[in-house]
């Protein structure tokens, strides 16, 4: 396991960012600075809003829909396919300093789901929609709707359709050697802004080839995404079922909390409980006085943070040779 | 708000259950006289299971079956109606032993919800399904599916036209009269059994007039139910999405994990956090030892209780005045 830690002044504010644990196996040359090149856009995006003053909140939508859209992980546009070669995608969003929160599962046609996670937050007296329900919210929004094509791109069909026929080297086959992790790549971004308020987001189409309907720890608050100003923000990435059974973000919260450890040991403690019972994967976290933590526990992770007092590093795992800390 | 804390030898198993906190404020005597019926025939047949040495999984599900075909609670038949005019159900079991958990929300047409979140958990590698995917896996299984009228009730029906037309007078109309809490009425059970595994369940129909695909704090982990061998077991009821904010099963346990809080402590102090952001319900708790809580802020609660070595008690809360501790 691997951990970053950041001590810092109270006044510094900033976010990391996260597009899954794991590594892709087959990336070209061009596709590992592609990778890079969008964790830093996704960073510029949401650093901007917290540099102008902005909320946390919108520091994190910024973040986020960047990667949503990229095409390049396993969230929005490069989702995982399901059992029935469609993308179904979940996102969430919680906000520390209200406690509020607002989370959407089973998407099909919502272009940007982080933003529609907001809507239910800012919108309904709701928590958490799914499916139908949720995309006609959406539509009664007047949303971006997409037709399901729009997220399944030729390097994600491929892979299941390989996985599907057996063809698809056991080296390369989640299921069947968690370190390859293929099928990781859920995103998500954690954020303190200047007036100390923490929020956390994630968004991700899943597990490739899951049940239709699944559900995993990316829009369950408290395991995949939690935030509270008392103590942290976080965003999970990895096998959701774990993450979900160890009620992974809000322990994060929980051993701060309750038995006053660091960021960094709460977040190691929690990844370490879920680990033991098997599951693998990782996460962000961002304390209220600006620390940062990345730890996981799989081969890799796409990870990057920027902090208002000049820390920060973006690492996409794939040209780890390439890892340029900012100072 | 009210507690009932009790001790007992290590040795003791049992359950209990609750209706859901809340006072339905229109019964009649028959009613009233059904409503305890109906939780001493639930809890005995929970008791019955684990009598023989059953283990605490069946003993919930025994128990929860009886209330989701009782016709009287929000779970199952006589489930609560969404802003369409249908059923939409949640349910959820965990096992503290394994920490595996099966959760199901957005049925339709599912006769037995816990039943179906049972099997995602022991038959599948997922711990949540939702929607059509859920009633996919439900159909494959050979499950008894229903017309989404089995489900509503007649009173539930009117209760819901009242609301919608605006005839419900403010006393009785959940939104305005958080003290009336019709809307209330959420299943649930948690068990002890002879070997010492804590298990809890949960089952819901929702809040009436939800919009649809709304999915509450019942079917996700550590918000309405959470079991760990190591603290206790939980199931909640009352405002899900405040219940949801305050990740509210797994916090009891956190608090009995990590600041040594007995049961009766934990479960009480979850429920103020709960509260301090306006939420209101209560739960049901069982720890290790046979330790029994069931507190709620709310009006009033259905709820029950019986362990083996004599402790027990129902209460149907509209007929308070007829409480029959078992000694």
């Not at 996704?42 to 919108?58: E, F, I, M, N, R």
């Not at 509020?100 to 919108?123: C, E, F, W, Y």
Request: net charge neutral; hydrophobic share 40%.
């Amino acid at each position: 396991m691997e951990t970053t830690l950041s001590d810092s002044p109270k006044t510094a504010y900033g976010l990391a960012i996260h597009g899954g644990a794991g590594a892709p196996s087959h990336s070209t040359a061009e596709e590992k600075l592609a990778y890079h090149a969008k964790l830093k856009e996704s960073l510029d995006a949401g650093y901007d809003v917290l540099q102008k003053g902005g909320a946390a909140t919108d520091a994190v939508i910024a973040a986020v829909i960047i990667l949503e859209d990229a095409g390049l992980f396993d969230a929005g546009k490069g989702s995982d396919l399901n059992a029935e070669g469609a993308c179904e995608m979940d996102a969430c969003v919680m906000d520390g300093r209200t406690m509020s929160a607002g989370s959407v599962t089973g998407l099909q046609h919502v272009k940007n789901p982080i933003v529609l996670a907001r809507a239910v937050m800012d919108k309904t007296q709701h928590v958490m929609l799914m499916g139908e329900g949720a995309e006609k919210f959406a539509r009664a929004l007047g949303f971006e709707m997409v037709p399901n094509s729009y997220f399944q791109t030729e390097r994600r069909r491929k892979q299941w359709q390989q996985l599907r026929d057996g063809k698809l080297p056991p080296s390369e086959n989640p299921r069947e050697a968690p370190g390859s992790e293929e099928g990781f790549g859920t995103v998500g971004c954690v954020a303190l802004d200047a007036k100390g308020n923490l929020v956390a987001g994630t968004s991700t189409g899943g597990i490739v080839n899951k049940m239709p309907g699944r559900v995993g720890d990316s829009p369950i608050i408290g395991a995949g995404t939690y935030a509270n100003n008392r103590t942290c923000a976080v965003s999970g990435t990895g096998q959701g079922e774990f993450f979900i059974r160890g009620v992974f973000a809000h322990n994060v919260s929980a051993l701060m909390d309750y038995k006053g450890l660091a960021l960094l040991e709460a977040a190691g403690q929690a990844l370490n409980d879920v680990a033991r019972f098997g599951g693998r994967g990782g996460c962000i976290a961002i304390d209220r006085h600006g620390n940062v933590t990345m730890p996981f526990n799989t081969a890799a992770m796409f990870r990057a943070f920027r902090m208002s007092d000049g820390r920060g590093a973006i690492e996409a795992p794939a040209i780890a040779n390439e890892i340029k800390p900012s100072r």
